[in-house]
């Protein structure tokens, strides 16, 4: 199985600044990695993937870039609505496996 | 509109039974992949099974071998998925979710909430 690890776990920020997300694979996943945002009491909602292509709708602030086991997803300037919960997800192989999550959290 | 509702979640006890269903509209359900993805309170997410467009090729974690089965009704628009001998560390809301291939579709539903408990 291929562990996904996220850091930070949680990120403290402030509106307007940058926020950088870091996820990790233990093989390769070569480019298939998604990024989900999640707020509380809510579904998962795809924003990435194939690491870098951003899903229909989603603001070009959130911009994913990497491959192999080292991704990153950044968020060029922190809106109000973007302070949440964000999970990386491999879809290389079976079984899909999610990392442990980083908080974004207002400063 | 595109739609993913899933029901079916329920309190059921230890070693109890339970099927899901999510009910797929506004896109060509039998074109796509479908996984179970489950979140347990306060937890991460973890997904549970997989099956192909046409059913041929299904997968389950580990933590729900032998225990869980996956299947669709192209002709519904719905997927499903039968959890026997439930255990407490089964409890957890439950998304369904289309994917193209394993590469993920970007619809979701709201979730139901099974709790397995005495």
């Known amino acids: 199985e291929i562990v996904m690890t996220q850091s930070p776990a949680t990120l403290s920020a402030s509106p307007g600044e940058r926020a950088t997300l870091s996820c990790r694979a233990t093989?390769?996943?070569?480019?298939?990695l998604a990024w989900y945002q999640q707020k509380p009491g809510q579904a998962p909602r795809l924003l990435i993937y194939?690491?870098?292509t951003r899903v229909t709708g989603i603001p070009v602030r959130f911009s994913g870039s990497g491959s192999g086991t080292d991704f990153t997803l950044t968020i060029s300037s922190l809106q109000s609505e973007d302070f949440a919960l964000y999970y990386c997800?491999?879809?290389?192989?079976?079984?899909?496996?999610f990392g442990g999550g980083t908080t974004v959290e207002i400063k | 509109e595109v739609q993913l509702v899933e029901s079916g979640g329920m309190l059921v006890q230890p070693g109890g039974s339970l099927r899901l269903s999510c009910e797929a509209s506004?896109?060509?359900?039998?074109?796509?992949?479908m996984k179970w993805v489950r979140q347990a309170p306060g937890k991460g997410l973890e997904c549970v099974s997989y099956?192909?467009?046409?059913?041929?090729?299904?997968y389950y974690a580990d933590s729900v071998k032998g225990r869980f089965t996956i299947s669709r009704d192209n002709a519904k628009n719905s997927l499903f998925l039968q959890m026997n001998a439930l255990r407490g560390e089964d409890t957890a809301v439950y998304y369904c979710?289309?994917?193209?291939?394993?590469?993920?579709?970007?619809?979701w539903g709201q979730g139901t909430l099974v709790t397995v408990s005495s």
């Open positions: 979710a289309s994917l193209r291939g394993l590469q993920p579709h970007g619809f």
């Open positions: 506004g896109f060509s359900f039998r074109n796509y992949a």
């Open positions: 099956i192909s467009s046409g059913g041929g090729t299904i």
């Open positions: 093989q390769d996943v070569t480019s298939n």
């Open positions: 194939a690491a870098s």
């Open positions: 997800q491999q879809y290389n192989i079976w079984p899909l496996t």
